[in-house]
C-alpha cells in the first residue's frame, strides 16, 4: 500500500505558472512509478506526466510537452510537477497516481491515488 500526500495547485492565469508536489509513504516498489492524471468537467481522465523514480524516465501526454516538467527527488520521495505556459484547458482536478511500472501506470491503478487538487487556469 502507498500514500500520496498532495500539495500545490489553484488558481493561475493563462500563461502562468504552477507546481504540484506528491509525496509518497509505504511500498515503495509500488511507487517506482508516479505522476499525475488530470479530470477536467465533462471529459475523460487523462495521464498527462508521470515519471520512473528508478530511473528518472519521464513521460508527457502531447497536450502537456514543452510547457509541463516532472521531477523527483529520490531521497524525499517526492515527485513535482512544474507547469508553465498555462491554457485554460489545463483546468481540472489533478490526482497523482502510483504503480510499479509505466505499464501498470498507464493502466490507472485500482489503488495508490492520492486525494487530487484542484488546477484553474482563467484567461
Known amino acids: 500500500q502507498v500514500r500520496l500526500q498532495e500539495s500545490g495547485g489553484g488558481s493561475a492565469q493563462t500563461g502562468g505558472s504552477l507546481t504540484l508536489s506528491c509525496a509518497a509513504s509505504?511500498?515503495?516498489?509500488?511507487?517506482?512509478?508516479i505522476g499525475w492524471w488530470r479530470q477536467a468537467r465533462g471529459k475523460d481522465r487523462e495521464g498527462v506526466a508521470s515519471?520512473?523514480?528508478?530511473?528518472?524516465?519521464?513521460y508527457y501526454s502531447e497536450s502537456v510537452k514543452g510547457r509541463f516538467t516532472i521531477s523527483h527527488d529520490v531521497a524525499k520521495r517526492t515527485a513535482y510537477l512544474q507547469m508553465g505556459a498555462l491554457k485554460p484547458e489545463d483546468t481540472g482536478m489533478y490526482y497523482c497516481?502510483?504503480?510499479?511500472?509505466?505499464?501498470?501506470?498507464?493502466?490507472?491503478?485500482?489503488?495508490?491515488w492520492g486525494q487530487g487538487t484542484q488546477v484553474t487556469v482563467s484567461t
Open positions: 515519471i520512473t523514480t528508478t530511473t528518472g524516465s519521464p
Open positions: 509505504g511500498d515503495e516498489y509500488s511507487s517506482r512509478h
Open positions: 497516481a502510483a504503480a510499479p511500472s509505466y505499464g501498470s501506470w498507464l493502466r490507472q491503478p485500482s489503488t495508490n
